[in-house]
């Protein structure tokens, strides 16, 4: 009888009970399953790059088609090292006049018209292309443009998704963070700048036998790069601006028509401050506050 009455029980207050089961069913799972995850990467395997620390940042995986580790290639022909002496060709001033010329950069949204040589631009990604890379893959394509034409419809493809990103995307806390820099979803500098770099990033490579090409830390590389280019175009007198229009990318490749491969990054319009551009009177941290010692 009492048998009875314990399931009676059991079966009026399921509704409060199967939850409860349900709760602690879950936590077991869950637990079991982080330590045998904890304990798959205290011992990382070289036939699984899931096992890497941060693999998000090794770039897109690659399903291994070999059978053994003899059937690898690598992506550069295995020559002979050369001999290097050590930096050839250096500031006057080493890094404190450069520090000088990163120091005068600023982030320039009035462009004036004055005409930019296609040589200096040209000269400026060829250095930015000496940016070191995962494996020396070089996963980056930059793309210069000229066009008015063409800049007019980056423009109007990039203010609308930038009409739909202060309106209703970005939180009202980013959009009160931008406000002392008075930017909004009007880009007059797109249209305005001698010239368009459009940065993509390849996320693999394409080999020649059509098979791809797995590139090791693609947006850290594209980065380091993009960096070189501010400094180079600094170097040569023009100003420039790092934009990243959120949610324009696939609309901006298309336009372009770019590979499926390929990303867009950041884009930068380059040229000359206009006579009456004005800049926000920023301040950068000082070296104590960026800089720690051992």
Known sequence: MSYLNERSVILENWMFIAPVVLLIATYIYVKENRKGSEQKNATPSNDNVSSLAESEYIGEYQEENAVNYEEYAPFL???????????????????????????????????????????????????????????????WTFCV???????????????????????????????????????????????????????????????????????????????????????????AGLNSLISTPLNSGPALRQLLNRPSNEKLLVLLPVGYAADDCKVPNLKRKPLEEILVKY
């Open 145 to 235: 443009v000229q066009d008015q034409t063409l800049k007019q419809q980056i423009r109007n493809i990039i203010e609308e998704e930038e009409l739909e990103n202060y309106t209703k995307r970005m939180s009202r806390k980013w959009t009160t963070d931008l406000r002392p820099l008075k930017t909004n979803h009007v880009k007059e500098y797109l249209t305005d700048a001698p010239y368009l770099i459009l940065v993509f990033k390849k996320v693999y490579g394409v080999r020649t036998d059509g098979q791809k090409q797995q590139h090791y830390y693609n947006e850290i590389s594209i980065s380091i790069a993009t960096g070189i280019l501010l400094s180079a175009l600094q170097c």
């Open 77 to 139: 022909k295995e020559d002979e090292h050369i001999p290097f002496p050590g930096a050839k060709v250096t500031l006057d001033g080493g890094a404190a006049r450069f520090y000088e010329i990163a120091n005068d950069r600023r982030s320039v949204r009035k462009y004036s018209t004055r005409k930019v040589d296609i040589s200096v631009i040209e000269k400026c990604i060829h250095a930015a292309g000496t940016g070191p890379s995962g494996a020396h893959t070089e996963p």
